[in-house]
């Protein structure tokens, strides 16, 4: 067993009076940062040796509470070895539940700009790891975020589209707004001068009927991933658009599967494929 494991069970039991229960990397203990009366806290070993606290209980406790409750620092997590440099280089901020270094935050702002909920992205996504976990604001926490957008079963938070008050900006200025599967992806076009790009939250496939009020009369360049879930989601975007966009057309990389692939792999945001145009832009003719 890791030293650091045998820290935090030892802290567990210190702390809630109760001995965690399994054996090996694997135990159930009962969560200190709620009444927890029946064990919902599931404490092992990510791949990086680091401890990986997650809470199944009704709250499901952010690790930043847990953490706290145990009256340990973010670093007592990872082997000893590792603790000093990452207390210096990363600290608390950088934690995400999964275990990884966060590299990544993307902030969901309503008209206003005030921040509903928030998206992270782990350094090992891909690679053994779901790689993104939402959070929402929630002053009651240590922490002051709350790692799900979920409470009690139903969504917590208002959803909207990624960037929204630039694309507001951008359909009343008459400025096309490019439409990706990801924040990443919008992030790279949003780079380039003069583009506005969003997307909606969690990715491909959950774009939602409401998201159509922010687009009416918008000039719309869908960029569908090469693959058989973008084109799905392009489709759906496109169904929901149709109604109220003033021109729809779907593009996709030249380069790679997304946006960010093909500006990173040199290309540019006048290069892309033309795909489809479901609602081409007509040039009204003068009188």
């Known amino acids: 067993m890791s030293a650091a494991l045998a820290a935090v069970l030892q802290r567990l039991y210190e702390v809630t009076g109760h001995v965690p229960r399994g054996s090996g990397t694997n135990r159930s203990a009962r969560c200190p940062a709620h009444d927890d009366r029946n064990p919902s806290l599931s ?14 209980g009704g709250p499901q406790c952010p690790v930043e509470d ?9 670093s007592a997590l990872w082997p000893p ?8 280089l990363t600290g608390p901020d950088m934690w995400m539940p999964c275990g990884h270094d966060k590299v990544a935050e993307y902030l969901y702002r309503d008209e206003q700009g005030a921040v509903l909920y928030g998206v992270a992205r782990c350094a ?44 507001l900006a951008a359909v009343r200025d008459e ?9 990443k992806d919008v992030e790279a076009l949003s780079a380039r001068p003069g583009i506005t790009a969003t997307c909606n939250p969690m990715g491909a496939g959950k774009w939602r009927p409401e998201f159509a009020e922010h687009f009416h009369g918008a000039d719309v360049s869908i960029v569908a991933d090469r693959d ?21 057309y779907v593009i996709q990389a030249h380069h790679g599967k997304d946006a960010a ?17 479901p609602k081409p832009y ?6």
């Not at 400025?175 to 924040?183: D, F, L, S, T």
């Not at 058989?228 to 729809?248: C, K, N």
């Not at 007509?282 to 009188?287: N, P, R, V, Y």
């Open 81 to 88: 070895d590792q603790q000093r440099t990452r207390d210096r």
């Open 228 to 248: 058989e879930a973008g084109r799905r989601h392009a489709q759906a975007v496109v169904d929901h658009l149709t109604p109220v966009a003033r021109s729809i």
């Open 43 to 56: 404490v092992g070993l990510g791949r990086d040796g680091a401890v990986v606290l997650r809470c199944h």
């Open 282 to 287: 007509h040039l009204e003719s003068c009188t």
């Open 261 to 277: 692939d093909h500006l990173a792999a040199g290309g540019h945001t006048g290069d892309f494929l033309d795909v489809w145009a």
């Open 175 to 183: 400025r096309v707004v490019m439409i990706c599967e990801g924040e």
């Open 66 to 74: 847990i953490v706290a409750a145990l009256d340990l620092s973010m």
């Open 124 to 167: 090992r996504k891909g690679k053994g790891c779901q790689g993104f976990r939402q959070w929402r604001p929630d002053a009651s926490a240590k922490s002051g975020r709350r790692w799900s957008l979920n409470d009690g079963g139903r969504i917590a938070v208002r959803l909207v589209p990624y960037r929204l008050p630039e694309v």
